[in-house]
Structure formats: C-alpha cells, structure tokens
C-alpha cells in the first residue's frame, strides 16, 4: 500500500472488518453497487460507464472489481484503499484550485479502460484480491483530512469511476467536515453515474487520452466520444474543470489533432478551461516510446494559444516556464510554480492582482 508512514489516525481504522459488508467465500468483502439493472435471472448490466458490461452471476464486468452475485452486483472495493498520500494539488495536476495547498489523496484497485502506458498499473489492471488494501471507512478520510490541514479530498492514483459508491459516501462525509472533493478521472463514465457521482465533487481533472477515436479504441481500449460528452455534462453542472492531456510522440502529437482538441475545447467549454499538455515517459507495454520532446509540448502550446485558450500548460517538465499562471489581459506572472509548489499568488479576489482582469479559478 502506498501509505505515508504519518498518518496513525488512519492507522487505527485499518484492517477492521467491513460493516454491512458481507464476505464472499474466498474472504473478499463487498457491498451491493449502483448504477445497474437486471437483464434476466442469470445476467446483469452495468451501466456505471460506457462499457456496459453483462455479467452473468459469479462474473464481473471488465474493471474487475463489480461481480455478480445472485443478480446482485457487488463493488469489491468499497472502503479497501490501497493508496494513500498526501499531495500536493499542483502534482494532480489542478493548478487553478486552491494553489499552493495539499490534498489527501486515495485510490483502489481496478480501471474500467486499459491504458498501454499507464503509470500505476500494479494497481488500476490488478484485481483487488491481488493487492494489499486496508479498510478506511468514509469518517475516517473526512476527519483525517481536516486533521492534517487538507483542505481537499483526492479521489485518484486509479480510475475512481470504479469506485464511485465510495467516492460519493467520502465525499459526503467531508463536506460534513468543512473538506472538500476533487477527482482525477478519465472521464469514461455513464451519464446518470457522473451527475450522481462527480455532481458530489467540488472539482474535476479529466485526463482527455487522445482526440481521436482509434486512438481511444488501439492505446486506451475505450471511445472518445462518452467523453467529450462528459466533460460538456460537467460545464453544464458548473463544476471547475481542467483537462489534461498526455502528448504521446508519433500516436497523438499530430498538429491537426492538437488544433482540433483546442478548438473543441473553446467552442463547447470556453476559453478559460486550463489545459495542460504533458510529457509522456515510457511505461508499462510502452517501454520503447520515446519521451516526448519538449519542442513537441511548446508547439502542441502554442497551437492551443494559438485557438484562443487562455490557460495553457506545459507538464512533466520540471522547470519549464509554462508551468506558471499568467494573466490573459496583462500576461504579467500571477502564480508562479517550481515543481509541483506553488509560489507566490498575486491574485486579488479572484482577479489579477496587477490589472484586475478576472481570472478563471477557485482561489479561496
């Protein structure tokens, strides 16, 4: 379990039995899920996101973590955290929500796409009996939360999707406590699960894989299309949004493609939604892919700037001056970051603190 070592009020709830949660015969517990309805007396359909999966009973649907049992379906992962930090929220990356502060961050076992270069797939393409998780109710996440002075809760590290019963019940739980919820999700998710879910969150990083559809179906193993329609669902919701977008060389980084998704962006979520390009670094059945090269990202960059998006970034690149936030009006330097640290904030009641144009963003 990826857990920080100082964190013992959690600690002390770990590893107690699961309420209300009955095991199944291998020991694995469970509690009933949402967002499904039966096909006939064998069979069940998810409808938590695109996928739809009929599972016949004993099966689970293609996240692995959602079984049949009986014409019930069971999420396996409800409370079972299997990582947990605390964060920076710049390292999300949000860089337009509440700069410069720390969020405690969680996630489970489990994904509902199969991403060829995913960072954490020990975790998000294993099955939940596969890896180590400790049993953290949601009360115990609100008021460690408020505890260590964060004032956001993370849902992330995985595809918090598949865990979306317990998303809502944390995030409830936090709001009870005065903290906050934010999700790094991919987005790909039934329409009635997102507003139900993510209408809980108070704010929304969508990793957009690619804009192209064989991209979605040969690299990510889903469809672009739910998407983009949720991400216009969570405009329509007035939820805060930042997309961030992973430049893959040879596979995404086409200028047609980045002019596209720029373009989108603009027409049917506005120009002040940040967007950040970020490199890719070999991983998991991309071993042999290059790094991105950083004229690559500049260019995606100046395309996006280009289009008219007020709002965009250059990621993974330590050091690298479009990290930092500046004013759209002025282009004078407003947030200022080094890393995943945010430093200065010359923001003045939601405006530049130089020439008082508003600027996009939850700063308090």
Request: net charge negative; charged share 20%; with cysteine.
């Amino acid at each position: 379990m990826f857990c920080e070592p100082d964190l013992p009020d959690l600690q002390e709830n770990m590893n107690e039995p699961a309420q209300s949660a009955p095991p199944s015969q291998d020991g694995r517990f469970a509690v009933e899920a949402r967002f499904y309805r039966k096909l006939d007396e064998d069979k069940i359909q998810c409808e938590l996101c695109p996928h739809s999966c009929a599972v016949a009973h004993g099966k689970r649907g293609l996240c692995r973590v959602r079984e049949n049992r009986e014409g019930v379906l069971y999420t396996l992962v409800y409370a079972r955290v299997c990582a947990l930090h605390i964060d920076p929220i710049e390292k999300k990356p949000i860089f337009h929500y509440l700069p410069g502060t720390t969020a405690l961050s969680l996630g489970t076992a489990g994904c509902n796409v199969h991403c060829q270069f995913c960072q954490n797939w020990e975790i998000s393409q294993s099955n939940p009996e596969q890896i180590s998780a400790e049993y953290l109710p949601p009360e115990s996440i609100g008021a460690a939360a408020l505890r260590y002075g964060c004032p956001t809760i993370a849902y992330t590290y995985s595809e918090p999707v598949i865990y979306s019963e317990y998303l809502m019940d944390v995030a409830d739980a936090g709001h009870e406590a005065g903290v906050r919820s934010i999700v790094v999700s991919n987005g790909y998710m039934g329409r009635e699960a997102l507003r139900a879910a993510y209408g809980k969150m108070d704010a929304v990083k969508i990793d957009l894989k690619a804009f192209s559809e064989s991209y979605y179906k040969s690299v990510v193993g889903g469809q672009l299309k739910p998407v983009l329609e949720s991400l216009v669902t969570l405009r329509e919701m007035d939820k805060w949004i930042e997309i961030v977008y992973l430049v893959v060389p040879t596979l995404n980084d086409s200028e047609a493609e980045v002019r596209g998704l720029a373009q989108w962006v603009k027409a049917n979520l506005g120009a002040d939604v940040p967007l950040h390009f970020t490199q890719f670094h070999p991983a998991y059945r991309m071993p042999e892919t290059p790094i991105t090269p950083v004229a690559t990202l500049e260019r995606s960059k100046a395309i996006a700037d280009a289009e008219g998006l007020h709002y965009v970034y250059i990621g993974n690149v330590p050091g690298h001056l479009a990290q930092n936030t500046y004013c759209p009006s002025c282009n004078k330097l407003i947030v200022e970051r080094v890393g995943f640290t945010a430093g200065q904030v010359r923001i003045e009641k939601g405006c530049c603190g130089y020439c008082q144009h508003p600027i996009a963003g939850v700063w308090q």
